[in-house]
């Protein structure tokens, strides 16, 4: 009996593993993978940059670089919130380049398998499909919903 036990343990722990930031938009968990994550901003001034794209909230300065600053609510077509109601910035390297998403709030992080990740149909996906890698059921917090980061940052060569 213990050898299952072990063997069980053994494959848990040696699988390939992820890490995934769990972030709110809307009460809804969404996930980032932290490989791409360089840090992560509270509060903070962002400057308006006129003639951007409406998805674009302005620039920040992070210690002398100027960083882009997206509103990840309206790059999934939930509604934008009021300035001063989200204060948290991830900043993410995306195909070289630094992007900040704006989030309603930085959770924690999920270790899990990637091959426990589900692909969402079309239908499930309104508003979004484009932005999503896939979505895992977790017992701790229920549906994550992964984003592809080069697509909701809109860095990805076919959103430019």
């Not at 490989?35 to 001034?45: A, F």
Request: charged share 25%.
């Amino acid at each position: 009996m213990s050898a299952v036990i072990d063997t069980a343990l053994e494959d848990k722990n040696t699988g390939p593993r992820e890490e995934w930031l769990q972030f709110l938009l809307d009460e809804q968990s969404y996930g980032l993978n932290v490989l791409q994550i360089q840090e992560i901003l509270y509060g903070g001034l962002i400057e308006p940059v006129p003639g951007s794209p409406p998805h674009v909230l302005g620039v920040i300065n992070l210690r002398g670089s100027i960083v882009t600053v997206v509103d990840t609510r309206m790059r999934l077509g939930l509604a934008s919130r009021e300035p001063g109601e989200s204060e948290w910035i991830v900043v993410l390297d995306v195909l070289g380049e630094t992007v900040g998403l704006m989030v309603d709030e930085v959770l924690e992080v999920h270790i899990f398998n990637p091959e426990e990740v589900e692909k969402m149909g079309g239908a499930d996906l309104v508003g979004h499909e484009a932005h999503v890698s896939g979505v895992i059921e977790l017992d701790s917090i229920g549906m994550l919903i992964l984003l592809d980061a080069a697509s909701v940052s809109g860095l990805r060569r076919e959103d430019a």
